[in-house]
């Protein structure tokens, strides 16, 4: 059973850092593309960071300079948060594209989804 797995949500202050963590569990045998997104209460989800297979990387304009993505390894990519305001509180999630076997087959998935809150 395959499953994205996000970790390393939690509550800091304005300016303060913190890194999410999206990893493949189970059978998975690598990450293609990953994107990176929030949803704040009342708010549309929206688009935070995204990396290629290849490695492109793309941001919002509301994170740029602030937030990276990169991968860890073939199964993990982070997105390392700094100098975090109190309007990037919001539930982050991730959504990639697992490899499921070394023929290249491949199933879109989500994470469950972290917390992220910053107080001002």
């Known amino acids: 059973q395959v499953q994205l797995v996000e970790s390393g949500g939690g509550l800091v202050q304005a300016g303060g850092s913190l890194t999410l963590s999206c990893a493949a569990s189970?059978?998975?045998?690598?990450?293609?593309?990953v994107d990176w997104y929030r949803q704040a209460p009342g708010k549309q989800r929206e688009l935070v960071a995204g990396i290629t297979r290849a490695g492109s990387k793309n941001y919002a304009d509301s994170v740029k300079g602030r937030f990276t993505i990169s991968r860890n390894n073939a199964i993990t990519v982070t997105l390392q948060m700094n100098s975090l305001k109190p309007e990037d509180t919001a539930v982050y999630s991730c959504?990639?594209?697992?490899?499921?076997?070394?023929?290249?087959?491949?199933?879109?998935?989500w994470g469950q989804g972290t917390q992220v809150t910053v107080s001002s």
């Open positions: 189970g059978s998975a045998v690598g990450i293609n593309a």
């Open positions: 959504n990639a594209q697992v490899r499921l076997d070394v023929w290249g087959r491949t199933h879109e998935y």
